[in-house]
């Protein structure tokens, strides 16, 4: 069922980031808090005001835990639901139910990883987690996950559609170029179709220019119910459409590797916010690798299946082309510590408040955020807006 | 069934372990749905149900899609993942052997063959073609 009073009974109303890029010297959790310090002060609200939280983590199981310890507050709704990167969009319907229901008045949603700085390296991570949590009927194979996985999507995608390459090098010089008009992305330098296409390769047909960063990196939200949001700091960014879908866990348990349960989480998602895609001005999609930006858009209905190459190529999603997509630069060339959710959210909040200065897309009112976690496993669409599409 | 085994006394898990052990590829069937299953699991991921029986698959399978890890000469050098679509429904991760991983290709008939692995015996492909 889809719920429709919650279209727009929910306003995010402070933002806020720290550690990106390299957080020497910090620990996750104090880059975690500094984001979400910077995130109530930016609603001009205190800790004191926070009565609900929703953090994960990609190591720590009972995160939430030393979370609520190191804030000193005491929620009464507590969210830990690690669906990978897109949980920082799916803890926003559950949120928006506390909400509405008065279980809790203000929501802080935050993250951090200190991932690209940390001593404990990203293998012993991954060893760790064949213990924890394992995968035996993929493992045995050594697939070079995530990567290898969106890599099988990836060729997929080109046997059975034709997209080539140089598609997926269109969606990686497409974020360059947004990221260098945002002074916070990590990586600025010009960047080509060519360089991409000759950038070594590490799972075909996925080379390293396809792949998201690895950054350290906090970020942090706060929800507050709607007729709160009008007397508080910000121009209030309401959500409109929440939904979250997972159809697997496994790339080898994906029914079709060229369809994405995001399907399912845009089609709820508009349904609420009574929307379509033609209504919507700006997108921020989780591009934890090019193949993703292509089948979210073909999956959230941007463009027919199978059409995403097309969609990208000459310049389509890039500053100028004909639809704005990943506008900070996203996390091939912005930031991406790890799970990257709360970041795709920060900058539909800002595109929506109009303070993203050179890259503002002009009179932006609406937009769709996407996450994507796992291996292609769970898909969380989240549609804001202002005031004006209340 | 005719190829149908007894009904284990254990996990799906373990007893799919033990039979590969011994050379046995076996893979699930439910009774309700009919449809094949692999990975070994306790209910029929189509249907729910939890009547469910072994068999012997054919062995024969279609590379639905491939990657090649890529990976310094010094460690091993480059190798194959693969997803197989079995001849009886369901896909599984796995390699395609015997030909160089640039060689295996989207819709290339390949077989199934129980091998040596560093965690015990696993399933691997080679092309049809060359059995």
Known sequence: MIDKKLRGAVAIAGVGQAGLGQAHGYTEMEILVQAAQRAVADAGLTMQDIDGIATASVTATMWAMPVIEHLGIKPTFIDSTMLGGSSFVAHLMPALQALESGQCNAVLVCYGSTQRTSTIGRAEIANARRKLDPQPYEAPYNPLNPLSSYALVAARHMHQYGTRREHLAEVAVAARRWAQMNPEATQRDPLSIEEVLASRMVSDPLSVRDCCLVT??????????????????????Y??????????????SMADLTVTA???SGRIAFEMAGLTP???DVLELYDAFTINTILFLEDLGFCKKGEGGDFVSNGGIAPGGHLPVNTNGGGLSCIHPGMYGVFIMIEAVRQLRASCGERQIANAQT????????????????????QAVL | MSDATSTPAAGADKYYREQLEQGNFLIQRCLSCTRGIFYPRMICPHCGSDQLEWFKPSGEG????TTIVRRKAEHGGDY???LVDLAEGPRMMSRVEDLAPEAVSIGMPVRARVVDGEEGKMVVFTPAEAN
Not at chain 1, 216 to 237: E, F, I, N, S, T
Not at chain 1, 367 to 386: D, E, F, K, P, Y
Request: glycine share 10%; no cysteine.
């Open chain 1, 216 to 237: 350290d990196g906090a970020g942090a939200y706060v929800l507050v119910r709607a007729d709160r949001a009008k007397d508080l700091k910000q121009k209030p960014v």
């Open chain 1, 239 to 252: 959500v409109l459409g929440s939904s979250t879908a997972v159809w697997n866990r496994q790339i080898s």
């Open chain 1, 262 to 264: 995001a399907q399912q």
């Open chain 1, 278 to 280: 033609k209504d919507i």
């Open chain 1, 367 to 386: 937009a769709v955020v996407h996450g994507n976690g796992g291996t292609l496993s769970s898909q969380s669409t989240a549609i804001l807006g202002t």
């Open chain 2, 62 to 65: 279609v590379v639905y899609s």
């Open chain 2, 80 to 82: 194959n993942v693969a």
